[in-house]
């Protein structure tokens, strides 16, 4: 008789989203008069930038041609991908070989099958509050998981104690969903940490092209990291890729756990299980390397930027405690006095008519935290946050 992976039994209920879109649905039916204003989401709103499209539409022409016909391609990305890349991260002063870079279809399928290449005995340490895929996705496998209290106190930045203990360690800098982000020396704590400990730190840079103050954007840009980490970044954020789907992982030659490197392993599952990104959309991601390309999404970002700049003001204003809206397209804060997040969400739906994101939906450490992301149009962030300042000033 068949049997399931019994891990999967012990996974929450994912109520989150689901529960914040019923809560507005009911609303909204009760109040069709109502303008509701969604600051809650992680989707960005801006349509992929004029090179992007270019590239992408005459590689679909070329699709179309025998002589420029692709079909399957290299499971580790086109070489024209891999060299953009490459030269993005000199600019920040990371040295890469171009096979140590896989593009895939997101950093979101790569943090999870990256485990792939691990035993489930390993302990895995995980910032609380937190995205939930890491979480997710190590309990499917049944490996246990401490979690990293990220509060008020370090500023959501929690760092190698003493008794800190752990195999597999995930960071996200910029965080998802405080916006907090690490320092040199904090990042430095940590690899210090892997290396003494035989550690491997999964480092999430999804939001890497929001920093804007000198703060690291690559875990490679700290001494020894090539030793102990593995990155992923993504071009949703960067450059919309939302829906259109491409993002790539870096696997360092000199990763070398239990005498294997991990670079390796990687290539050898990605050929197995993975039959690499469409030439169509690898097409458009190098759009976004060109000088247009450039340019233009970081026109986007920076319309992102003013917005966070707004909420965190808007905080500023009003003395409430908040973290991120600088290298971040997201607020984290406080909620006014000390209400329940949930409680607060309802509060501010049928008062101000907003949605943000209770913290508690990611994790304990989120308890009366609330999330407001800055990937809405600029017309409805001024008006969110002109509602906002009047209900709570």
């Given amino acids: 008789m068949l049997k399931i992976n019994e891990n999967y039994r012990n996974l929450k209920e994912s109520y989150l989203f689901s529960e914040i879109a019923k809560r507005v649905k009911e609303y909204q039916d009760a109040n069709p008069d109502k303008k509701v204003i969604r600051m809650g989401i992680g989707d960005v709103s801006l349509p992929l930038c004029p090179a992007v499209v270019d590239e992408m539409q005459q590689a679909a022409v070329g699709m179309g041609k025998a002589e420029t016909f692709h079909g399957y391609g290299p499971e580790q990305g086109y070489a024209f991908l891999r060299e953009a890349i490459q030269g993005y991260y000199k ?58 209290p990220a509060n008020r106190e370090n500023h959501f930045l929690p760092v190698p104690g003493p008794d800190t203990q752990g195999d597999i360690i995930y960071l996200c800098s910029p965080n998802n969903p405080t916006g907090a982000v690490y320092s040199r020396e904090q990042l430095g704590a940590w690899v210090d940490f892997a290396k003494a400990n035989g550690s491997l730190i999964l480092f999430d840079a999804a939001y890497e092209s929001f920093i804007s103050d000198g703060s690291p954007r690559s875990i490679y840009e700290i001494d020894g990291a090539k030793e102990c980490a593995v990155e992923f970044c993504s071009f949703s954020k960067t450059a919309g890729f939302t829906g259109t789907r491409c993002g790539y992982t870096i696997v360092p030659h000199t990763l070398v756990f239990d005498g294997t490197p ?44 003013r917005n966070a700049q707004l909420m965190a003001e808007t905080m500023e204003k009003l003395g409430i405690w908040y973290t991120g809206g600088k290298n971040s397209p997201y607020v984290w804060f406080q909620c006014p006095g000390g209400a329940d997040s949930w409680a607060f969400f309802d509060e501010l739906l049928h008062k101000a008519q907003i949605v943000g994101t209770p913290g508690e939906g990611f994790g304990e450490n989120g308890k009366g935290y609330f999330r407001f992301s800055a990937f809405s149009s600029h017309e409805d962030t001024q008006e969110a946050m002109k509602r906002f300042y009047e209900l709570y000033r």
């Fill in 91 to 148: 600019e920040f002063g990371v040295s890469l070989e171009a096979d140590e870079i896989f593009v895939s279809d997101g950093a979101k399928s790569d943090v999870g099958n990256i485990l792939d290449l691990f035993s489930t005995d390993n302990t895995v340490l995980i910032p609380d509050p937190v995205y939930p895929v890491y979480v997710d996705t190590n309990i499917m496998d049944g490996r246990k998981i401490t979690f990293l």
């Fill in 262 to 305: 991990l670079n390796r392993l990687w290539l050898r599952r990605q050929t197995t299980k993975f039959n690499g990104v469409a030439y169509v959309v690898q097409r458009a991601a190098m759009g976004v390397f060109t000088p247009e390309g450039r340019r233009q999404t970081r026109e986007n970002i920076e319309y992102y930027k």
